[in-house]
Structures are given as C-alpha cells and as structure tokens.
C-alpha cells in the first residue's frame, strides 16, 4: 500500500503561482509513476501531468503546458507540481496518484490522495 498526502494548495490571484506538494509513504520503494489530476465542480476527474518512476519521462495535459511542471525528488518520496500564470480555469482539486504505468488514463492509477482545493480568482 501506499498513501498519498497532498499541501500546498490554496487561494491565488489569476496571474500567480503555487506549488503543489504530494508525499508518498508506505511502499514507496517500489517504482511507480507520479501524476497529478484535478476535477472541478460538476466535472469529471481530468489529467494535468505525469512523471515517470525514473523521472525521465513527463506527460502534460495541453491546457497547462508551458504553464505547470512536475519534478520529483526520490529522496523525499514526493512530486510537485508547480503552476505559474494560473487561470480562473485552473480552479480545483488537485489529486496525486501513484500508479505503474506513465499514462494520462486515470484507470491505470492504483493510489489516489485525499486532494487540495486550488482556487484561482479573476
């Protein structure tokens, strides 16, 4: 098993930046791919970026590239997920998940977090 716990969401003008934050315990030793999700209200669970295990692979959804970048640090067992030049668009909650493979399919992913509201005001 393992858990995901994400911070460093909050309240931003349109314009600005925050750094998401997901820290993995348990079985972290395991290789998995790290990606981050987001789902706003009345919409369903949407892909914004994936690395891989080894991190040399990066996937972004189009809405957010140029804009987000994830990196992760092996040591600390987390991934981030820094976002500059937010958009009122950007307003949600950010998920991290774990999963095997690199993809943008949320079905691939076994380990979810609990989630950190993002709200971006105009």
């Known amino acids: 098993q393992v858990q995901l716990v994400e911070s460093g969401g909050g309240l931003v003008q349109a314009g600005g930046s925050l750094r998401l934050s997901c820290a993995a315990s348990?079985?972290?030793?395991?290789?998995?791919?790290m990606a981050w999700f987001r789902q706003a209200p009345g919409e369903e669970r949407d892909f914004v970026a994936v690395?891989?295990?080894?991190?040399?692979?990066?996937l972004y959804a189009d809405s957010v590239k140029g804009r987000f970048t994830i990196s992760k640090d092996n040591a600390k067992s987390t991934v981030y997920l820094q976002m500059s030049s937010l958009k009122p668009e950007d307003t949600a909650i950010y998920y991290c998940?774990?999963?095997?493979?690199?993809?943008?399919?949320?079905?691939?992913?076994?380990?979810w977090g609990q989630g950190t509201q993002v709200t971006v005001s105009s």
């Open positions: 998940a774990a999963g095997y493979l690199t993809t943008r399919s949320s079905h691939n992913y076994a380990y």
């Open positions: 348990g079985r972290t030793k395991s290789s998995y791919a």
């Open positions: 690395i891989s295990a080894g991190g040399g692979n990066v």
